[in-house]
């Protein structure tokens, strides 16, 4: 049982270059999770996923898309980067949106864009 | 290393000592308030959780304390170990949605031996 696994570990872009962040879980969570975490700041949710084939807005969007084709991967992808997407990004998933549920985190990616 | 966490406020403790984490919260209408904790290079970790009709609430070696008259939420570890060395933050919603947290940016504790 991996959990919550996050590939790559680091990644530097140049400007204007695309990526894709891979976030896979195998607890049969439904509900998913792409959040930032900058320096001082603390964690800003990107987008989330009730459940397969679905995404949704959070507080921070722009510049990100994501897609849940399948109920155990959650895929976050820059087409543009920008220089103020440099940050550490963490995925994680819960068995269902309520509260209670613990959210469970993967390791982080840590992007750099020049 | 992590670039997270450069700017955080910074708590040292003696081994064995008792440490206390403080978290204000914004929101009067936050209902249920959460404690991770975040190793250097990992995921954030669950510590303890706590509804707003309770005022404290006891685990394992920690102890979370809320106070809604003053919006301030506190983590209380006992006998410090040097693998609590971490940064703390606090997360806070106001509904059932998971989507919903508001986290805190955190407290760096490190444990002196």
């Known amino acids: 049982n991996a959990g919550v696994t996050q590939t790559p570990k680091f990644r530097v872009l140049k400007t204007g270059q695309s990526m894709t962040l891979l976030c896979a879980q195998d607890?049969?969570?439904?509900?998913m999770y792409w959040y930032r975490q900058d320096p001082g700041m603390g964690l800003r949710l990107i987008h989330y996923s009730v459940g397969e084939g679905t995404t949704a807005k959070g507080e921070v969007p722009d510049g990100y898309n994501v897609s849940r084709l399948k109920k155990q991967n959650f895929l976050l992808g820059l087409e543009s980067a920008a220089p103020s997407q440099t940050s550490v990004y963490f995925c994680?998933?819960?068995?269902?949106?309520?509260?209670?549920?613990?959210?469970?985190f993967g390791p982080g990616t840590r992007l750099l864009v020049l | 290393g992590e670039s997270v966490g450069l700017h955080l406020p910074t708590l040292s403790v003696q081994e064995g000592d008792n440490s206390i984490i403080n978290c204000a919260y914004s929101n009067s209408a936050s209902d249920y308030f959460i404690w991770y904790k975040q190793e250097s290079g990992k995921g954030p970790q669950f510590i303890i959780d706590?509804?707003?009709?309770?005022d404290k609430r006891q685990g394992q070696r920690v102890t979370v304390l809320l106070n809604k008259t003053v919006k301030h939420l506190s983590l209380q570890i006992a006998a410090t170990q040097p693998g609590d060395s971490a940064v703390y933050f606090c997360a806070e919603t106001p509904n059932n949605y998971g989507q919903n947290f508001v986290f805190g940016p955190g407290t760096r504790l490190s444990v002196l031996p």
């Open positions: 994680a998933s819960s068995y269902s949106g309520r509260i209670q549920e613990t959210q469970y």
């Open positions: 706590i509804r707003s009709n309770m």
């Open positions: 607890m049969n969570h439904e509900y």
